[in-house]
């Protein structure tokens, strides 16, 4: 039987430069309730570790399985503009300082709460407290730059920052800004990183209805939902079963053999084993950074760029992303992956692999004796990095990283890998005693580098500290003219790839596997599966 054809569903730059997605074109949904459970199988291994809280968690998936509950005040289309949602409108200052939404005065949480403008305060209050420990949420919601939120009126409400804030809209149509109840926040908020029934409590359209960690989350329908994107109401099936399943073989199987109706996380190894003519597989790639090795240069042998290039030259990233990846994920050239606005594509084919050159740059830099097992020496050290992994590793990211270092062995770089536990990672991560480490980030607005790249960055892993990068990026978040933004971050992109700061290797997909059941599927942005429109045929 031949394997299973991949729809690919992939953003396309609107004329404003802003990512449009080309939905799943399925049969229209159920008018009537008709009841049913649909069983969603995920990855989802870390987030029995504190990640149920999308505020708080810089994981992905907390924010895919907790959009069930969390509702935002804004949703974005397709072609990145922005339509009402818990907001019935907006008004934004000509100087992108203050935002005032006028919310609906018809929206209740799932535990009596009304949705005003008192919770809009309370949630964004929370999220940028610093007792809070957001990261990504905080930064979201502009962090330094927030200066607060003011309830105008029961339903309205502006949000004020001490600069211009373009990405404003953006990140508040996220679930990371998304909103518990009121009364949650004021009883459990030290509970929601944990999570459960009568804890993760929102406006969304599930209700969190049972949780056993490290294995599933029940979700059944809210109905009395009347306010989803485009005025949806309550989804027409009855029960949202998550299972938990790390290992994609096993989510792989179960949605073959018809135990599961959605699989997420699928590899590119394991499509073209769905040849159950029953199964749809729908493959988005995420706007973002691409995955990426992030090089420390204020801890080792990063610190000299002619090194930080030659590890970069070194790597055949064309062969391996192929190799592994079936040509389902392309490489990638740019700090901004292919499918997020402002990307560079004069970048492609700019830096490709050279052991020639690595070979010289190494040279320059001294590294020109060698040891016994062939690892080049200077001074009488070795060169050699530590790339720590954050566990688990996927079999995929395992193979790459072996390709990896055989390609800088074969030019006398050493690399040693630790894939360690969270806390142990933490350990290593926060003092940042480590040469090396790796993943991707997804993002539709190119702010998110300024997390990456910028000095005060909460994720600046290669620990980049100049003041022109900072200047970019502090002007890039204040501009609200996207053309001008996109030069910014044109700018930003074409130094990384001669300072080498971040070394980006592909930019993955969402991989969805869809039973013949499940009717009306569509995905956000990010290649989420969204189910306001879903019904069980």
């Known amino acids: 039987m031949p394997a299973t054809p991949v729809r690919r569903l992939l953003p396309f730059a ?34 029995s570790a504190g990640h149920m809280d999308p505020q708080v968690s810089q994981l992905d998936v907390s924010g895919m399985v907790q959009r ?49 403008a008192e919770a809009v305060k309370a949630n964004f209050d929370r999220i940028v407290d610093p007792e809070t420990a957001s990261a990504q949420a905080a930064s979201m919601l502009g962090a330094d730059f927030y200066a607060g939120t003011e309830v105008v009126d029961d339903h309205t409400v502006k949000v004020s920052f001490t600069q211009p804030y373009a990405p404003f809209l953006q990140a508040a149509s996220t679930p990371q800004l998304g909103f518990y109840s009121p009364a949650v926040l004021a009883e459990s908020a030290d509970k929601l990183k944990a999570g459960g029934p009568d804890v993760t409590v929102g406006t969304g359209p599930f209700v969190l209805t049972e949780y056993t960690a490290d294995q599933e989350i029940v979700y059944t329908r809210n109905d009395d939902y009347a306010w989803g994107p485009h005025e949806t109401k309550a989804p027409a099936f009855e029960t949202l079963r998550v299972q938990i399943q790390p290992e994609a073989s096993v989510r792989t199987g179960v949605i073959e053999s018809g135990e599961a109706d959605l699989a997420s996380n699928i590899p590119p190894n394991q499509v073209a084993g769905l040849d159950d003519a029953g199964v749809t597989v729908d493959s988005v790639e995420y706007p973002g950074l691409p995955y990426s090795l992030y090089l420390n240069e204020k801890y080792g042998v990063f610190a000299d760029e002619k090194v930080r290039q030659a590890f970069a030259r070194g790597i055949d990233v064309d062969a391996a992303v192929e190799e592994i990846y079936f040509g389902q994920f392309p490489r990638a050239w740019s700090v901004l992956g292919s499918t997020t606005p402002g990307y560079d594509a004069s970048l492609e084919d700019s830096w490709p692999f050279d052991q020639d050159a690595a070979n010289a740059l190494l040279d320059e830099a001294g590294w020109t004796e060698r040891d016994a097992d062939g690892i080049r020496m200077k001074d009488g050290e070795r060169l050699s990095v530590r790339w720590i992994a954050w566990t688990p590793v996927p079999d995929d990211r395992a193979a790459l990283a072996n390709a990896i270092q055989s390609d800088l062995k074969a030019i006398g770089f050493e690399v040693q890998r630790e894939e360690l536990e969270p806390g142990a990672y933490n350990a290593q991560y926060e003092p940042k005693t480590f040469d090396l480490t790796d993943w991707g980030f997804s993002g539709v607005d190119a702010d998110f580098l300024r997390a990456h790249l910028h000095t005060d960055g909460f994720q600046n892993a290669s620990q980049v500290s100049d003041p022109e990068i900072d200047a970019l990026l502090e002007e890039a978040v204040a501009s609200s003219d996207q053309d001008a933004r996109n030069e910014l971050y044109t700018q930003l992109q074409e130094w990384n790839a001669e300072y080498t700061a971040i070394v980006p290797l592909y930019s993955p997909s969402a991989i969805t596997a869809v039973g013949e059941r499940v009717q009306g599927l569509d995905y956000d942005l990010y290649g989420r599966p969204l189910f306001y429109d879903v019904s069980l045929g």
């Not at 159920?30 to 989802?44: A, N």
């Open 14 to 47: 609107a004329l404003a430069a802003a990512t449009a997605l080309v939905l799943t074109a399925c049969a229209g949904p159920s008018t009537e309730s008709d009841g049913g459970e649909l069983v969603w199988s995920i990855e989802g291994a870390n987030l």
């Open 68 to 116: 069930a509950v969390l509702d935002s005040l804004v949703f974005q289309e397709d072609d990145g503009t922005f339509s009402p949602w818990l907001a019935k409108s907006w008004d934004v200052s000509p100087d992108s300082t203050e935002y005032t939404f006028t919310l609906r005065d018809d929206v209740t949480f799932t535990d009596g709460e009304s949705f005003d």
